[in-house]
């Protein structure tokens, strides 16, 4: 992978979402390929997974040099509990640690990079 300037980054978006038809079959074919055996709970993986490709999708169709930042703390996802400083930006919209999950797994495939 080239160099990146991770300096030239934003939060991933966790209120991207779709429902066209075009978007769920793309998800749908991924998934079927790479990740359906990967999980027990497919609903939350296959929702994970489509947030995290669609704002991949977003973020490289406005600026191809555009990353993504993800928190891959555990702790940073929700759990059920609600911290002292109240919730963090994840628990508010009930997005799991299946998120890290995801991204790495997408990493493993060679379909984004890290640092």
Request: glycine fraction near 4%.
């Amino acid at each position: 992978m080239e160099d990146r300037d991770y300096n030239h980054s934003r939060l991933l978006d966790v209120h991207r979402w779709s429902n066209h038809p075009e978007v769920n079959s793309f998800v749908d074919s991924i998934y079927n390929k790479y990740f359906k055996n990967n999980s027990a709970n497919h609903s939350i993986q296959k929702k994970h997974l489509k947030l995290v490709l669609l704002d991949l999708y977003v973020a490289w169709n406005d600026d191809p040099n555009l990353n993504i930042a993800v928190y891959m703390n555990e702790g940073a996802y929700s759990n059920g509990n609600i911290f002292n400083k109240g919730k963090n930006r994840y628990n508010e919209l009930n997005i799991k640690v299946t998120t890290i999950k995801i991204v790495l797994i997408l990493r493993e495939l060679g379909f984004n990079g890290f640092k």
